[in-house]
Each structure stands twice: as structure tokens, then as C-alpha cells.
């Protein structure tokens, strides 16, 4: 059993509006695997049936193997979009609750919230009120509540959001530890530089569609184009920018270099490898950069939404 | 996974530690008995404010109607001009004057009585006046007539009728009076709640959608859970609420009543004022055995498992019609278009209750309401010190319970749906497609 979570052709319907359509998603235990698609693509629709917040109108989940049970919302954490706490209640009074709903008793939850306490640098906030808060600090909070039952599952719906960039840093790591401790990760962002950096696996929702799935290096690796970055110097630029250009595909590069006077990028054929463009450009130029370019969360992203 | 202990645990320790309501609780009570020592205190005053009022009689036979009583002083005038006996009111300072002309015989008199004064007089003054005027009157023309005013007064009887039921047990019209005062204070009672209560778990649940933790919660248990622990929450601090209010209510009233030495049985509600007409034909010893016996006759058991019943029953459907509500909207200026639905079959219930109980506990239209399921708790718990069969109560009861399955099933529907709602302001329209959701 290598997937903690799939999802089998689950379809929703909100009256007309059909929110969610045949999706079909496998998540491997272990891994971050980014949620991905456009606002109202139907991720939110997607999330809320993992949790059992709202029910498909067919299609099943499948947790471990075994379909969704009410008792599997102890094995979940789910940090939603659109969060908040209760206001007046106390800091510690209020993750006490969370955390015993969540099915932990008050003893266990009360060392676990120490733990994360000092982990996230948080001192006596105990007593104090959520609204006595800031913002940063209190997604601190937030965040606490998602992991303090320790679920296989985590789920974040765009995490970082209301962060400073130490703080965002701080969760990040928390949550590549987690990972790294056996859990599993369901992220949902639409910070692609965060998708580059965090996961293994994305699926693009669009239109209530999933639209592309898999490995986010085997999605890279469908989605790039033969293309390569090169950085020549030759005493004739024109020249061999012109024979280059007789036979490649070529368009303008712009990359940071110290003194290359030809910035290219060139698109082989299908047949061509880079080694033929290798040797018919050690002929003449002198090659200072070589790069395949390869496509980025944001290319892949963009690309996708446009074409469908 | 059962977590409505919790729910209800931190809804009731949310409530009952809110600032706001700790101060209700305690100064409520404070400010009612303030109220009423006020109001006392003052219409004693009011009462013991000492007239005197100067009467000229230029007839001879009118001024003996009038003898001193507790507040007010009459001065009778005879042989003086109007101009004198003027100058004499005004002299002593006198509350007024009151002036019958001389007249050719009495029907003229009619026409020919004023009162004098610097104040205008109120109308219980006048109407005083005028009664004493006419029964003198009325006496005077009857011996013209040769009628003896003592045989009138001898043949004056009063009855109280004796009132049994075929199985033999005795009534009287102070046990109507007694039924009708604990009938109308469980009902009110009802209403009370549910408009105060009802509309703090309505608010409770906006709160949680507008603070957005709403999400995270029913990710961890089922809406109907959530809504039900908010529900019997609040409730329960509710009833702590009201068992304080009881509680100091009778404290502070004893010692107000003790300090001040008023007897504050003085100021009288218009129940009060009817128990004591009816008091007023029978004589005291009647009385003391008259109340014991009405409050044995009374159902007590029936009435108090009844109320425990209908006052639970009543209170959850009405207040799963208001968790809905807080469901659908996003704050609490959206809530007024669903309100008027709710409130009104309260008021028709205790109309109902005021109107028709009172006049025919058994009549068709308090039968009718006292089934109708958002009108029965009121209704019934008002018609059952008049003794209702319990077949009636129990089906009453099955058909109260009945809907408030189905409006809890419908709330939850609503409730479900609502809570991730945001943004739009709902319609009916709108709240019927969430059913089918």
C-alpha cells in the first residue's frame, strides 16, 4: 500500500453547478503533494470531502485503503483557507477543546501544546485571548491546532498566507519535518515558488477537472520542450547567431552572465540530442553556459489553465 | 465519536463567563426590585396625599353623602354666598370647591354641580364626587316615590356560587383565578426564553461563522453534533441564568419589602385585582381555605411534568429554528427577514393563551392551538391547570415532538449548508435548495 489517499471519480454537485467531476487523485504516503488549480476550480469541494465536511455524490475515498469513517477525522489535520478562533476564549483553554475533539484526552493534549509551545517560540500566552493577538501570532496558534493529534494526514490550504518570512520559513520547516516524521501532506497553494520547493507530487484541478497528475519531475519532464539555455563567446557574434538561427529554432535568452556575447535559447527537433547541438556549437563559439531549460511550477500551471 | 459533552461543556462555560451576561445576571435582578420599590414607594405617596375639599350645599339635603374618609376632609358650608365660600377655599388652601346650586327640584340639580379648584381635578376625584352626588339622588327620588330605603338595603344578597364537577371535586372562582395565574406564568415563561435564548444560539453561530473557526470544527465533528451541543449549551445557561434571577429576585424583594416596610403586595396587577373581588364576597376564613383547596385541586404533578415537557419540547424546535437561522446569514442585520416567521406564532400563542384560555379553557380555538405544534407548548401549558385529559396532552405532546425531529432534521440541513456559506445574503428560495444539497 503505497498511497495513504485516493480519491476515486468523486463528482459534486451544488445544485446546477457541478463543483467536482469524476476527479480521481492518488496521494503516496510520505510525500507533499500539491493541490493545485485556479480560484473555484473545485480544490475547497476536493478538501472538504477528504474531511468529511461535505459528502460526494458518488465516488468514494479512500483512507489506508479502507473508506472514510467518522472515526478518521482523529487521523486528519486540516488547516482550512479561510481560518480563525474563537476570539474570546484563551489561548490555551481554546487548543485544550480543538485538541480534544480532535480525540486526544485533556493530559495527552496538554503536553503536546507545552511541546509546540516551546517549539514555535511561544511563550505565556496561555491566558491571553485570541483576540489579544496578532495576526502572525495567531496562525501560530492555527497551526498548532492542525498538527497537535499528530494525523497521518495533514492537510494546508495555502499555509504561509498572513506570515512574515521568518515565520513562513519557520512553518515550512516544520512541516518538512512532519513529512519526514511518517506524516503525509496535502498542500494547496497558489505560491508556485512553494510547489517548486515543497513537492513531489501535484494534481491541477480546473473547471472541476483534474487536468494533470503525477510526479512533479515526470510532469516537468512531459512538459519540457527540448529546449537549452546557452551562452557563447565568438570574435563574430552576428555570424554565428545567423547560421545558428538558419538551422534551429531559436529565441531570445536573458540570464545573468559576465561577459557572453551570444544569449540563446534553441529548441532542438524531437531526434536531436543535446550532444549534436553540443558539437555543432563547439565549432563556433567558445559555449561558457549550457542549461536544459526546464519548466517551472508557474509554466506548467499557466500553460495548462490556458490550453483547456 | 460522541463529543457533545464537550460542545455543550464550552458552549455553557463560554456563556456563563462572558462578562456581559455575568452583569445581566446579577444587576437585572437588582434594577426589577429597584423598579418596583420605586413604583411603590411612590403610588404610596401618591395614596397618602390628604384633601380637603369644601362643599357648598345650597339644597340642604345633597351634603350628607359626603362623610371624611382616611384622605380626604369635607368641609359642608351652608348659608354662605358662592363669593365667600370661594374666598374661604382659597384662604385655607383647600384642595377645591364643590358647589350645588339651589334648584326648583332634583332633576335640575343634574345640571347645576361644579367643582372649583386650582389643580384640575382627576377624574378618580370626579367620578368620586359624582358617585356619592347620584346615589343621594337616587336615594332622595326614591322616598319622593315612598319607597323605604332601608328595605332596599336589606333585600341587597350576595351569592357565591358553589362550584363541583361530577366527580366531586370542589371548585371556586379562586381556583379559576389560581389556575389562570399559573397557566399564564408558565406560558410566559416559555416565551420569555425562547425570544432571549433562543436568540443567543442564533448569535453564538453567527459568531462562529464571522470568526471563521466554523471550519475547523465541523472538521473534526458532525454539524447536527455541533449544533445541538450548542443548542442544550445554552440552554443550560440559560436556565443557571434564570434559577439566579429567582433565587436573588426573592432574596432582594424580602429585603427591600423588610427594609423599607412597604408592603409591596400593595401594588396590584390586574390578576391580583380580580383575586381579590372575588376575595371580597366571601369572608376571610373563606378565603385561607379557598386558596388551600384551589392549590390541592390544582394538578400540581400534572402541571409540572407537563411543563417540564412542553417547556423542553418548545423550546428546542423554536431554538433549532433559530441555529438555522444564525447558520444562513453572515451578521446579524440579515437575521430580520427569517425573524417575523418565528415571532409570530409566539405572539399568536400567547394571545391565544391570554385571550381564549381565559374565556373557555375547553373551547374549540384553544383545543385547536394547544395541538398546532409551534403554538401548543404556549397554549397547552396554559389550558392544563384547567384540567385537560392526558390522551389530549400526550398526543399534543407526540405531535410537538414529531415536528421537532423534522425542523431539527431541517435545521441541520440548513445548518449544514450555511455555515460554509459566505458572502451572499440568502433567500427562501435559496434556503429550500440547500435542502436538496
Same mark, same amino acid.
Given at each position: ?34 493541490l493545485?488549480? @485556479?480560484?473555484?476550480?473545485?480544490k ?32 486528519i ?19 485544550? +477543546? ?9 493530559q ?73 516524521e511518517?506524516?503525509?501532506?496535502i ?18 484541478i ?41 538551422k ?61 | ?48 396625599k390628604?384633601r ?14 359626603f ?48 367643582f ?38 336589606a ?82 445557561a ?45 369572608? $376571610?376564613?373563606n ?11 390544582? @394538578? ?9 415537557f ?12 433559530? $441555529? ?15 425573524m ?10 400567547? +394571545? ?5 384560555v ?22 397547552m ?17 407526540a ?11 431541517f ?27
Amino acid at each position: 500500500m503505497n498511497n495513504l489517499l485516493v480519491a476515486n471519480s468523486v463528482s459534486k454537485s451544488f445544485g446546477n453547478f457541478k463543483a467536482l467531476n469524476e476527479v480521481s487523485i492518488a496521494v503516496p504516503k510520505g510525500s507533499i503533494f500539491g493541490l493545485l488549480g @485556479p480560484n473555484g476550480a473545485g480544490k475547497t469541494t476536493l478538501i472538504r470531502i477528504i474531511n468529511q465536511i461535505t459528502m460526494p455524490d458518488s465516488g468514494q475515498v479512500l483512507l489506508d485503503g479502507q473508506p472514510l469513517k467518522p472515526m478518521n477525522i482523529r487521523d486528519i489535520g486540516y488547516l482550512p483557507e479561510e481560518r480563525g478562533l474563537y476570539k474570546s476564549m484563551k489561548v490555551g483553554e481554546q487548543v485544550l +477543546y480543538l485538541a480534544q475533539l480532535k480525540g486526544l484526552s485533556k493530559q495527552v493534549a496538554r503536553e503536546r501544546l507545552k511541546y509546540w509551545f516551546d517549539k514555535l517560540d511561544i511563550g505565556d500566552w496561555w491566558n491571553k485571548k485570541i483576540q489579544e493577538l496578532s495576526k502572525g501570532q495567531a496562525q501560530k496558534i492555527q497551526f498548532i491546532v492542525t498538527v497537535i493529534h499528530t494525523p497521518k494526514l495533514l492537510i494546508f490550504d495555502e499555509p504561509f498566507s498572513g506570515f512574515d518570512p521568518i515565520n513562513a520559513s519557520l512553518i515550512k520547516d516544520e512541516i518538512l519535518q512532519l513529512r519526514d516524521e511518517g506524516a503525509t501532506v496535502i498542500f494547496s497553494t497558489h505560491r508556485m515558488e512553494s510547489v517548486e520547493e515543497m513537492c513531489d507530487h501535484i494534481a491541477l484541478i480546473h473547471k472541476s477537472n483534474k487536468v494533470l497528475d503525477g510526479k512533479l519531475t515526470d510532469v516537468k519532464r512531459q512538459f519540457k520542450t527540448n529546449t537549452f539555455e546557452v551562452g557563447m563567446q565568438s570574435s563574430n557574434p552576428e555570424e554565428v547567431t545567423r547560421i545558428i538561427k538558419e538551422k534551429f529554432e531559436v529565441f531570445p535568452a536573458t540570464f545573468k552572465n559576465l561577459n557572453d556575447d551570444i544569449k540563446l535559447n534553441i529548441k532542438l527537433p524531437d531526434e536531436t540530442s543535446s550532444n549534436d547541438l553540443l558539437s555543432f556549437l563547439t565549432s563556433k563559439a567558445e559555449i561558457h553556459h549550457f542549461v536544459e531549460v526546464i519548466p517551472s511550477a508557474n509554466d506548467i500551471f499557466i500553460q495548462t489553465v490556458k490550453n483547456n | 465519536m460522541n463529543h457533545l459533552p464537550l460542545i455543550i461543556k464550552r458552549e455553557y462555560l463560554n456563556k456563563v463567563r462572558n462578562r456581559s451576561f455575568v452583569v445581566m445576571t446579577f444587576l437585572s435582578p437588582i434594577i426589577m426590585i429597584a423598579l418596583v420599590a420605586v413604583v411603590a414607594y411612590l403610588s404610596q405617596i401618591n395614596n397618602d396625599k390628604k384633601r380637603s375639599i369644601t362643599i357648598l350645599d345650597e339644597t340642604g339635603v345633597i351634603a350628607e353623602a359626603f362623610e371624611n374618609t382616611e384622605n380626604t376632609t369635607y368641609t359642608i358650608l351652608s348659608d354662605t354666598g358662592y363669593e365667600t365660600a370661594k374666598e374661604l377655599v382659597k384662604a385655607k388652601e383647600d384642595f377645591g370647591l364643590l358647589y350645588i346650586k339651589k334648584a326648583s327640584d332634583t332633576i335640575n340639580l343634574v345640571e347645576s354641580v361644579n367643582f372649583y379648584s386650582d389643580e384640575s381635578p382627576s377624574v378618580s376625584i370626579i367620578s368620586n364626587l359624582e358617585r356619592r352626588i347620584e346615589k343621594r339622588l337616587s336615594d332622595i327620588k326614591l322616598q319622593n316615590d315612598g319607597v323605604d330605603i332601608e328595605q332596599i338595603r336589606a333585600s341587597k344578597t350576595t351569592i357565591n356560587i358553589g362550584q363541583e364537577t361530577f366527580e366531586g371535586e370542589k371548585t371556586s372562582k379562586i381556583d379559576s383565578y389560581l389556575k389562570l395565574a399559573f397557566g399564564g406564568a408558565a406560558g410566559y415563561l416559555l416565551f420569555m426564553f425562547i425570544i432571549i435564548y433562543g436568540n443567543m444560539i442564533m448569535r453564538s453561530v453567527i459568531e462562529e461563522k464571522t470568526s471563521r473557526i466554523i471550519e475547523v470544527i465541523i472538521s473534526s465533528v458532525k454539524p447536527i453534533q455541533l449544533m445541538m451541543g450548542k443548542i442544550i449549551g445554552t440552554s443550560l445557561a440559560g436556565i443557571t441564568q434564570f434559577l439566579i434571577w429567582i433565587i436573588l429576585g426573592g432574596v432582594l424583594l424580602f429585603m427591600v419589602s423588610a427594609i423599607f416596610g412597604i408592603d409591596l403586595m400593595q401594588i396590584q396587577s390586574p390578576q391580583q385585582q380580580m383575586i381579590n373581588q372575588a376575595m371580597a364576597s366571601s369572608d $376571610a376564613q373563606n378565603i385561607a381555605q379557598d386558596l388551600i383547596a384551589g392549590f390541592v385541586n390544582l @394538578p400540581i404533578l400534572n402541571l409540572c411534568v407537563a411543563f417540564l415537557f412542553f417547556f423542553i419540547g418548545g423550546y428546542l424546535l423554536y431554538s433549532s429554528f433559530y $441555529a438555522a437561522i444564525g447558520a444562513a446569514v453572515d451578521n446579524e442585520t440579515d437575521t430580520q427577514q427569517f425573524m417575523m416567521p418565528i415571532i409570530m406564532p409566539l405572539v399568536l400563542a400567547v +394571545y391565544v393563551g391570554v385571550f381564549t384560555v381565559i374565556e373557555d379553557p375547553h373551547g374549540t380555538v384553544s383545543t385547536i392551538f394547544s395541538f398546532i405544534p409551534l403554538t401548543s407548548p404556549v397554549v397547552m401549558l396554559m389550558r392544563i391547570p384547567f384540567g385537560v385529559p392526558i390522551w389530549e396532552q400526550l398526543l399534543s405532546f407526540a405531535i410537538l415532538v414529531f415536528t421537532f425531529v423534522f425542523t431539527v432534521w431541517f435545521a441541520a440541513k440548513i445548518y449544514r449548508v450555511g455555515i460554509l456559506m459566505y458572502g451572499k445574503k440568502p433567500t427562501y428560495k435559496e434556503l429550500f435548495k440547500w435542502l436538496k444539497y
